[in-house]
C-alpha cells in the first residue's frame, strides 16, 4: 500500500491558461474523489469515480472543470482557461467502496494551485 | 443539504491538558461520521469514525461518540502532547439511499496547538 499519490505538489499559472492534476489512487480501491480546499475551510467534494464511471458532479465544479478516470485507475482534473478564484488546494482520495459510504476515504497530499 | 459545523480556533492548550474540539451536524437518515487530522504540511489522515449511534470511535487516545439525540460527535482527549499540533476536520458522509453516501460534507476545521 503505497497510499493516495498526487501531482504535481505545486503548480503556478497565469490567468487563462489550462492546467492538469494527476491522481494515483491506492490500487486496489475502486471508487475516486476530488475535492477542493480553500485557505481556512474544510474541503469541499467536487466529483467521484466508480471504477471509470463518474457518478456525481458537485455544483461547484463549472464547465471549466472536467476530470477523467480512464480504465477506472489513475485519475485528472483538467481546469480550462483558469481564473484567480480557482486558486486553491486540490485533494484526491480514494476507497474501496460497497455500499451505504461507510468506507474509509484516504486522501493524497494535495496540488496546490496559484493562479496569478 | 448537509452541514458539519464545528468550534472555531485556534485552540491553544498546554501539554497534558484535557481537549474537546465540539463537533454537530445536520444530515438526513443514518450518516457515518469522521476525525481527521491534517499535520503541518501532510494531506489529511482519518483520525476516528463512527458508523452509527452509540459507536464510540477512538485512535491515539482520542475518542469521539456517535451522538444521535444531540446529532453531535465532539472530539475528546485526555492529555494533548505537542505533538498533537495539527488541524482536526470533523466530516460527515451521508446515510444509505440519501443520495450523498459517497461524498464527504467537511466542517472548516479547528487548528491546535499544543505548547510546553
Known amino acids: 500500500d503505497t497510499g493516495v499519490s498526487q501531482n504535481p505538489r505545486h503548480k503556478i499559472t497565469k490567468r487563462g491558461q489550462n492546467v492538469t492534476f494527476r491522481c494515483d489512487p491506492i490500487?486496489?480501491?475502486?471508487?475516486l474523489y476530488w475535492y477542493r480546499q480553500t485557505l481556512g475551510q474544510g474541503p469541499e467534494f467536487l466529483t467521484y469515480f466508480q471504477n471509470e464511471a463518474q457518478l456525481e458532479k458537485s455544483r461547484l465544479l463549472s464547465d471549466r472543470f472536467s476530470a477523467e478516470r480512464p480504465k477506472g485507475s489513475f485519475s485528472t482534473l483538467e481546469i480550462q482557461r483558469t481564473e484567480q478564484g480557482d486558486s486553491a488546494m486540490y485533494l484526491c482520495a480514494s476507497s474501496l467502496g460497497g455500499t451505504g459510504g461507510r468506507e474509509t476515504q484516504y486522501f493524497g497530499p494535495g496540488t496546490r494551485l496559484l493562479v496569478l | 443539504g448537509d452541514s458539519v459545523t464545528q468550534m472555531e480556533g485556534p485552540v491553544t492548550l498546554s501539554e497534558e491538558a484535557f481537549l474537546t474540539i465540539n463537533c454537530t451536524y445536520t444530515a438526513t437518515g443514518y450518516p457515518s461520521l469522521f476525525w481527521y487530522v491534517q499535520y503541518p504540511g501532510e494531506g489529511l489522515q482519518l483520525l476516528l469514525k463512527?458508523?452509527?449511534?452509540?459507536d464510540k470511535g477512538s485512535n491515539k487516545g482520542f475518542e469521539a461518540t456517535y451522538r444521535k439525540e444531540t446529532t453531535s460527535f465532539h472530539l475528546e482527549k485526555g492529555s494533548v502532547q505537542v505533538s498533537d499540533s495539527a488541524v482536526y476536520f470533523c466530516?460527515?458522509?451521508?446515510?444509505?439511499?440519501?443520495?450523498?453516501?459517497?461524498?464527504?460534507?467537511f466542517g472548516t476545521g479547528t487548528r491546535l496547538q499544543v505548547t510546553l
Open positions: 463512527a458508523t452509527k449511534a452509540d
Open positions: 490500487s486496489e480501491h475502486n471508487r
Open positions: 466530516a460527515l458522509s451521508g446515510g444509505v439511499g440519501t443520495g450523498t453516501a459517497s461524498k464527504l460534507t
